[in-house]
């Protein structure tokens, strides 16, 4: 068993690896013993995401429902012959991860199925679901149990994993408007993409990353380096973002270059280790 449960981890270190070299590095950044919880976390997420936007000519609904009941049932029965759905439940079991945060990250991801534009409510509970409730589920993991500790930093959390999704929604414009047909933004029509709509859309997420800053500050030591590091990717993509004018943004997927990522991961690492943070 315990020889099984590796590789079920492993193969969600694998996934993440593959998918995002930027989470991977923040990953690596934080404790050891936070690295197999996050990439559980991750594999999971990751893999219910692609199941709405690249399995094209597959009845994604089924799949998607059958990825939520075996995803209860592996919970319920504390094993999974699905690696990434092993590797998941025993984090939910170990740590306590409320079973709210997976309904609702699930519900964002059947939104994906039914709606492509968005009202300010439809707006605000896709988000809080898709990417919210993801730093809830890791915010428990870096508490190891300390729940007033997660109740004080879980509206931080939230607004940290609010901004990463508006700045993905803005990095992503290309992808979703012209090729899936979505947009997020409420009240934004994308073939009339004014500056004003790009600053207030702007605004908006600058208000959360000064918001989840707080919070990063307060995690457990072995937590912050690596969401922290997150948080300078973002706010450096972010920045690029808002330097761009909005046709280019529209046009073009904007991007964080490989050495920067890793300019960043050695000017954080330092700052931790100062402790001028």
Same mark, same amino acid.
């Given at each position: 068993?315990?020889?099984?449960?590796?590789?079920?981890?492993?193969?969600?270190?694998?996934?993440? /690896?593959?998918?995002? +070299?930027?989470?991977?590095?923040?990953? #690596? *950044? &934080?404790?050891? =013993? %936070?690295?197999?919880?996050? @990439?559980?976390?991750?594999?999971?997420?990751?893999?219910?995401? /692609?199941?709405?936007? +690249?399995?094209?000519?597959?009845?994604? #609904? *089924? &799949?998607?429902? =059958? %990825?939520?009941?075996?995803? @209860?049932?592996?919970?319920?029965?504390?094993?999974?012959?699905?690696?990434?759905?092993?590797?998941?439940?025993?984090?939910?079991?170990?740590?306590?991860?409320?079973?709210?945060?997976?309904?609702?990250?699930?519900?964002?991801?059947?939104?994906?199925?039914?709606?492509?534009?968005?009202?300010?409510?439809?707006?605000?509970?896709?988000?809080?679901?898709?990417?919210?409730?993801?730093?809830?589920?890791?915010?428990?993991?870096?508490?190891?149990?300390?729940?007033?500790?997660?109740?004080?930093?879980?509206?931080?959390?939230?607004?940290?994993?609010?901004?990463?999704?508006?700045?993905?929604?803005?990095?992503?414009?290309?992808?979703?408007?012209?090729?899936?047909?979505?947009?997020?933004?409420?009240?934004?029509?994308?073939?009339?993409?004014?500056?004003?709509?790009?600053?207030?859309?702007?605004?908006?997420?600058?208000?959360?990353?000064?918001?989840?800053?707080?919070?990063?500050?307060?995690?457990?030591?072995?937590?912050?380096?690596?969401?922290?590091?997150?948080?300078?990717?973002?706010?450096?993509?972010?920045?690029?973002?808002?330097?761009?004018?909005?046709?280019?943004?529209?046009?073009?997927?904007?991007?964080?270059?490989?050495?920067?990522?890793?300019?960043?991961?050695?000017?954080?690492?330092?700052?931790?280790?100062?402790?001028?943070?």
């Amino acid at each position: 068993m315990d020889l099984f449960t590796k590789t079920t981890l492993e193969c969600s270190k694998l996934i993440t /690896e593959h998918y995002s +070299t930027s989470f991977t590095l923040g990953i #690596k *950044t &934080l404790d050891k =013993r %936070f690295h197999l919880p996050i @990439y559980a976390i991750y594999g999971f997420v990751r893999y219910a995401d /692609e199941i709405v936007d +690249t399995f094209h000519g597959f009845d994604k #609904k *089924t &799949l998607l429902s =059958r %990825f939520k009941a075996e995803t @209860y049932l592996a919970i319920e029965e504390g094993i999974s012959l699905n690696p990434v759905l092993h590797s998941f439940q025993l984090m939910v079991n170990q740590y306590k991860i409320d079973h709210e945060l997976i309904e609702a990250f699930l519900h964002s991801m059947e939104m994906d199925l039914y709606f492509a534009d968005y009202n300010q409510d439809g707006y605000e509970e896709y988000i809080y679901g898709s990417a919210e409730v993801v730093g809830l589920m890791c915010l428990r993991i870096f508490c190891e149990g300390d729940t007033e500790m997660y109740d004080r930093l879980k509206d931080d959390a939230r607004r940290l994993g609010s901004a990463f999704q508006k700045v993905n929604f803005l990095r992503d414009i290309k992808s979703d408007f012209q090729e899936r047909g979505r947009t997020y933004f409420p009240n934004v029509d994308f073939k009339n993409f004014t500056l004003e709509d790009k600053k207030s859309i702007e605004d908006d997420i600058q208000a959360d990353f000064d918001a989840a800053l707080r919070g990063i500050i307060a995690l457990p030591q072995g937590a912050k380096a690596g969401v922290y590091l997150a948080y300078r990717y973002y706010l450096r993509l972010f920045d690029k973002i808002k330097n761009c004018p909005a046709s280019k943004i529209q046009n073009e997927r904007i991007r964080v270059p490989d050495f920067q990522k890793i300019l960043l991961l050695a000017s954080t690492y330092f700052q931790v280790r100062l402790n001028t943070l």
